[in-house]
């Protein structure tokens, strides 16, 4: 008896025993992956939902901002800048390019404009069969549901609005006379919609339909739940119906409406100026030494050759802070603002570094989604000078939205002159400038959460050598953005 006690003693010592071995080696090993976490970070990658500590952390001093993996070196950044922004122009393609790898769109968009109208505009044969549906499938009325009804009462009288002849019925269909161009939080929305109080104007009825872009090319797009393929050509003319119909009724009834040639068709997508331009390099194959080979511009000008842009700029700087705080975004910080420029600025160099600055700038595989890509909206020269390979000088108006929020009147007389429109009325200039500026096109210094110092300082750098580019390109000091203004 007094043996099998001892033998009980002696297995629960070894128990004892074995349970501390084991847990000081749980310790030993939790210790260790916190000195590894510390050292590396998360020992997982976080899914885009996840926090990491660096955002969910109370950031309160600058040098805390940047995470431990990214070393931004800006000396070594501004002299590969340097190094790479003096670059040869783009090659044009050929016509024939463009027409062999999109039939559809040459077909369809490519016609005889009418020299008699002022808009891009040419009478359709008109084919009942084909046309019964022609609003009733328009893409567009899935995405934008106020369009149905103004279909709708165009399509009532719609027989009554075209022209006869021996060989048929035709409609009028128009394209853009103008664009608004620019950037996002640039203010191509507010033109547009000052310009529509103009009597030439009033009858555009949508500001952004992103077209030519990405919703006419297969990419598809969700809005308020329903999920649009993409957009045929015919569909993008049904934009334009209301504007030709005024301009068809003058000619059957000129007192009735006196300014009808001289309505000018427009749209403002900020996204023509650059944004997702890879849509066609992707949906064509179109990528050439790591560039853009085909642009969203070749085919603006393939179809309507004699249109007419104007774009609007403001300071790089304060166009990414409010695209940043207008984004959807949980947490949106002065802070985090800084880590996020930090960060896509280290990602530039790195792409810089082994790219030509106009690869790096529209090729999106060196593009962190949610900030980089708004960082590259802001290198404003690269684009320009890629506009400026097809289209002249003097059929691109730029605009400065510092300019065109202390100064509406002067801003718009030189907006319509450019037009070709008539001036406004003394009374429809008064209603223009009453409209209050929207407070995302104000100074980013009247924001409760303005930007840090040191994050300025960082974007001023980054930018001073595009700006200064830009401003000798446009012969406009202005253009350097020196201040806020």
């Not at 939790?30 to 660096?54: D, E, R």
């Amino acid at each position: 008896m007094s043996s099998s006690l001892t033998n009980q003693l002696t297995v629960s010592k070894i128990r004892l025993f074995s349970f501390f071995i084991g847990l000081a080696l749980i310790l030993l090993i939790i210790a260790s992956y916190g000195v590894l976490w510390y050292h590396k970070g998360f020992l997982f990658t976080p899914t885009p939902y996840q926090p990491s500590p660096m955002v969910a952390a109370q950031r309160k001093s600058e040098e805390e901002l940047t995470p431990k993996n990214v070393k931004l070196d800006m000396k070594s950044l501004m002299s590969t800048i340097g190094s790479k922004i003096d670059y040869s122009p783009r090659s044009i393609p050929k016509q024939e390019e463009l027409v062999e790898i999109d039939t559809l769109l040459s077909n369809v968009l490519r016609r005889r404009i009418s020299m008699a109208i002022k808009s891009p505009c040419w009478y359709a044969m008109f084919k009942p069969e084909i046309y019964a549906d022609v609003y009733k499938t328009c893409q567009f009325t899935k995405v934008f549901s106020e369009f149905k009804t103004m279909f709708d009462n165009l399509w009532l009288d719609y027989e009554e609005h075209l022209r006869s002849a021996n060989s048929g019925k035709f409609h009028l269909r128009c394209l853009p006379y103008f664009y608004i161009i620019g950037q996002p939080m640039c203010g191509t929305e507010d033109m547009f919609q000052r310009l529509r109080l103009h009597p030439e104007i009033q009858y555009n009825i949508i500001s952004e339909p992103n077209y030519w872009t990405w919703r006419g090319f297969g990419q598809g797009f969700e809005h308020e739940g329903v999920f649009v393929e993409n957009i045929p050509p015919k569909d993008y003319l049904n934009l334009f119906d209301l504007s030709a119909r005024m301009i068809h009724d003058s000619f059957e009834n000129r007192a009735k409406y006196p300014k009808g040639p001289k309505i000018l068709t427009g749209e403002a997508s900020p996204t023509i100026m650059s944004w997702n331009n890879h849509a066609w390099s992707e949906f064509y194959n179109g990528w050439q030494n790591g560039e853009p080979k085909f642009m969203t511009i070749d085919f603006i000008n393939l179809i309507t050759p004699a249109a007419k842009f104007i774009a609007i700029l403001r300071n790089p700087i304060e166009r990414l802070y409010f695209e940043y705080m207008n984004s959807v975004r949980e947490i949106k910080t002065p802070e985090d603002f800084h880590q996020n420029v930090q960060e896509s600025l280290q990602t530039f160099h790195s792409c810089l570094s082994v790219a030509t600055l106009r690869n790096c700038v529209y090729n999106d595989s060196y593009t962190d989604p949610t900030f980089l890509t708004n960082l590259k909206l802001g290198i404003y020269v690269v684009f320009l000078k890629d506009w400026l390979t097809v289209f002249p000088k003097e059929r691109i108006l730029i605009v400065r939205l510092e300019d065109y929020r202390v100064n509406l009147k002067a801003e718009f007389k030189k907006i319509l002159t450019f037009l070709d429109a008539d001036p406004f009325s003394e009374q429809l200039e008064e209603e223009l400038i009453q409209i209050p500026i929207p407070s995302h096109l104000q100074s980013a210094d009247k924001l409760p959460q303005k930007i840090l110092p040191s994050t300025r300082q960082l974007l001023y750098e980054f930018y001073h050598p595009f700006n200064d580019k830009l401003a000798n390109l446009l012969d406009n000091k202005g253009f350097v953005w020196n201040g806020s203004s």
